[in-house]
């Protein structure tokens, strides 16, 4: 039962309830609305540019697409089309990229909003090795980022739904921006119950970790010892950090981004697409840093958490090497079926810091999905029900999406 006025759970029960109204009967199954911990609004009409590694993908197809985000009005239609999308796949609550301009970022904050979706969405902040159109002065996107986040925190949606800072990567941001974005993170942060929410890329090809460390030595700079200590001299480094990728570290980043607290955002669809190589998420498993999972819409082609997790079983699976006698369900080598829906819900709701979605609890978003899975008749008494749910998921038995108390998907 959801309270209709605040869209958040009053009660978890099984059978009918008086009163509400009917969602279903005992052939479907409710689960918390998906949490996506990576994607970029911007590009989701760029799914499927193959034949790229990644700094060229991101020139000749991303940033044309990002620099049409100039136009606010643009902005704000993507955004509620990208909104309905992610709801008839079940995605309530995602961590997001915008792009560097300031209006499309307030437009894409106020687009998802009115359609209930919660988590972040940030400014991507740029100023060099990217096309003069999404290059801005510093003290220009520091101010605009002020502004952006204070825009946030008076929407009705707050805090389910938050602004993030976004610088995109160390590539793409002078020393000068880095150390006014880690001021800014700290300032924001300062008497807050949560810091503010920090996204960005790191690690994610062998091209992208050389060009950042000579990108930030030089004239005036100590060489940094790694992509990682980058963010870390200038205090990006938080537990409210969300790295995408990191499928290159060494051993010494793996600690420093343990000893920080932050959370990596593992994107396996992505990392296949562009060819960046496959996250050891054993090893990162072991080290103890937090992970999340995300789609990263359009360097992933895939939308669907459930098929996103499916990708992180099997690039589990293929960095580990051949089968051996081994039980799938407590090898941290092998994430099973039930931790890989875990993790696209409370999971990354945890990792996050989405501390209103992922569960169905009382006082929590009224976030969930209602599915009617086409299977044979005992697939919930026989073997493992959420490997069957999940290696067979299909969209089409998506029967309704509810995001804040509301029916926001229903299908026809
Ligand atoms: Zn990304």
Known sequence: MTDDDAGVIRSVGEGDAPGTPDAGSDDHVITPGFVDAHLHLPQFDSIGQDSMPLLEWLNTVIFPAEIRWADGAYARSMTRRVATTLLSHGTTTVAAYATAHAEGTQSALHALAEAGIGGAVGQVLMDQHAPFELCFPVDEQIREAKLLDAFARGLDAFPRLEFSLNPRFAISCSPALLRACGQLAADLSANRERPVMIQTHLSETLDEC???VRLHSG???MTPADYASIYDRNGLLTPRTLLAHCVHLSASERSL???????????PTANTFLQSGTMP??????????LALGSDIAGGPEISMPRVARAMIDAAKV???????RDVHDDPRLPSPARAWWQITGGNAEATGFVHAGRL???LSADLVLVRPELHSQWLTRGDPLGTLLYSWDERWIAGVMALGRWRYLRA
């Open 210 to 212: 050389d060009l950042a």
């Open 219 to 221: 004239p005036g700079l």
């Open 257 to 267: 981004i343990r000893a920080a607290g932050s959370v990596i955002a593992h994107c």
């Open 281 to 290: 998420r054993r090893d990162l498993v072991r080290a103890g840093v937090p």
């Open 319 to 325: 960095i580990s090497g051949p089968a051996a006698a």
């Open 361 to 363: 609890a009382p006082g």
